[in-house]
T-cell receptor, first 114, second 113 residues
Framework: GENVEQHPSTLSVQEGDSAVIKCTYS??????FPWYKQELGKRPQLIIDIRSNVGEKKDQRIAVTLNKTAKHFSLHITETQPEDSAVYFC?????????????FGTGTRLTIIP | EAQVTQNPRYLITVTGKKLTVTCSQNMNHEYMSWYRQDPGLGLRQIYYSMNVEVTDKGDVPEGYKVSRKEKRNFPLILESPSPNQTSLYFC????????????FGPGTRLTVT
């Protein structure tokens, strides 16, 4: 089955700087790669996703890049703010609809230092 | 209000005592799924359902059962709970749209002693 590795497990960044979280996946058939943000005590929420026919996607301060050849994808957060502090999870899935079986990484705890 | 609800939110039980965690969504989503979240292990999928009467195993299905008799409900059943099933459980649902976003419930914290 699919295996998703996520690094780093913790990341501290000065407010205003950029943060990068990286994930690798094992199943070359995976075609859908979402990122979820989970604030302390809250439920996970989707922040951005990308499909395998796209190399990069951007939404304001957040971007995701995908390298299918190397089987890795990354989350980039620019101009970080205190409200970006949370745990971030990457995930990978294959299937016709992209989320039948979803495998998550182990998470990255991001702390923004004021 | 569009939402996914879970009950109970907190549960402490003893080994071997059957329990059910309910999950309900009011968004008419075809897809529903159960996850468990453990420190250092992230979210792991237990079971998922792509529509009524259709269920499939996720990565960690052992010790769990599910059923999907109605579109809105997807209960998680622990026939004989054990301490290693102590965890935070999330239910999620998703429409068949381009985004495939999963909407998570508030979570159920289960402790098995």
């Amino acid at each position: 089955g699919e295996n998703v590795e996520q690094h780093p497990s913790t990341l501290s960044v000065q407010e205003g700087d950029s943060a990068v979280i990286k994930c690798t996946y094992s199943d070359s058939a995976s075609n859908y790669f979402p990122w979820y943000k989970q604030e302390l005590g809250k439920r996970p929420q989707l922040i951005i996703d990308i499909r395998s026919n796209v190399g990069e996607k951007k939404d304001q301060r957040i971007a995701v890049t995908l390298n299918k050849t190397a089987k890795h994808f990354s989350l980039h957060i620019t101009e970080t703010q205190p409200e970006d502090s949370a745990v971030y999870f990457c995930a990978a899935s294959n299937g016709d609809f992209g989320n039948e079986k979803l495998t998550f990484g182990t998470g990255t705890r991001l702390t923004i230092i004021p | 209000e569009a939402q996914v609800t879970q009950n109970p939110r907190y549960l402490i039980t003893v080994t071997g005592k059957k329990l059910t965690v309910t999950c309900s969504q009011n968004m008419n989503h075809e897809y529903m799924s159960w996850y468990r979240q453990d420190p250092g292990l992230g979210l792991r999928q237990i079971y998922y359902s792509m529509n009524v009467e259709v269920t499939d195993k996720g990565d960690v299905p052992e010790g769990y059962k599910v059923s999907r008799k109605e579109k809105r409900n997807f209960p998680l059943i622990l026939e004989s709970p054990s301490p290693n099933q102590t965890s935070l459980y999330f239910c999620a649902s998703s429409p068949w749209t381009e985004s495939s976003e999963q909407y998570f419930g508030p979570g159920t914290r289960l402790t098995v002693t």
